[in-house]
């Protein structure tokens, strides 16, 4: 189902790198002017802490258009909130995709979940099994980045006082709506900039906000797997699983 460029590409086809930095700079800015109330205690924004990072990301791999991109819910504290990376698993992004800019610290800072940026010790698996996968199906990221992009729905990390991790879905609803809204203008851009033909939620949550956010665009939901070690599914093959959901679904060949 090939998108139309009239519908999906901006009057000044710029560059889809320049759109979605654009975006992202509008994204950080809307959702830093949200606010969150207990039991979140802290929120960090890598699209600000970490934006040498996330602009590095989109320069390097969202140079051309992408027929696929995948989306996950939100930073994970060992990902994206270390390096900026959407699924940002330090040894992938810094030995695959080549990403290892200077990251910040977020204002306030959790004492007991410090951001130590590409020093940190900590792995992310689900970053780890998901770039994993790519890498071993693509070996080379250009190879990968020709027709395939990662973000996330949401840009932000929220946890309680005791350090717990609070997902987007279980704000109250006044908070989600506000945050929502702005996360969707966002899906939107970034899916127009690419003139992405598929949206593959990582994860059910991700693919049910695709549903609703696109809904009035030419493009396609699917999803796959989350790879969390959370789930128990996921730690039963899940780079296999997911890919014979890619090949059901007719996006890779098996």
């Known amino acids: 189902m090939p998108l139309q460029q009239k519908e999906m590409m901006p009057a000044d086809t710029a560059a889809p790198a320049d759109i979605l930095i654009e975006a992202a700079e509008e994204l950080s800015r809307s959702v830093q002017s949200l606010a969150f109330a207990d039991p979140v205690a802290y929120v960090y924004n890598p699209l600000d802490y970490a934006w040498a990072s996330h602009e590095a990301y989109l320069r390097a791999c969202a140079a051309s258009p992408s027929r696929i991109v995948f989306l996950g819910m939100n930073p994970g504290p060992y990902g994206m909130a270390q390096t900026g990376v959407p699924f940002g698993e330090i040894p992938h992004v810094r030995d695959w995709i080549g990403i290892h800019e200077p ?14 940026g590409f020093d940190c010790a900590r792995s992310e698996v689900s970053g780890r099994r ?8 693509f070996v080379r990221p250009k190879e990968f980045f020709a027709e395939h992009f990662v973000a996330n729905y949401c840009p932000l990390v929220f946890m309680e006082e005791s350090g717990r991790n609070r997902t987007p879905d279980k704000l109250p609803a006044e908070e989600c709506e506000a945050l929502y809204q702005v996360c969707d203008e966002h899906l939107r851009a970034l899916v127009q900039g690419l003139q992405a033909e598929w949206v593959v939620g990582v994860g059910g949550f991700a693919q049910g906000r695709a549903k609703i956010a696109l809904k009035d665009l030419p493009v396609r939901i699917g999803r ?7 789930s128990p599914a996921a730690n039963r093959g899940w780079a296999e699983q997911a890919t014979r959901q890619m090949v059901e679904q007719r996006l890779w060949e098996n």
């Open 103 to 116: 990251v910040q610290k977020p204002r306030p800072e959790h004492p007991a979940r410090p951001v130590e």
């Open 130 to 137: 998901l770039w994993g996968l790519f890498k071993e199906r």
């Open 224 to 230: 796959i797997l989350h790879p969390s070690p959370a």
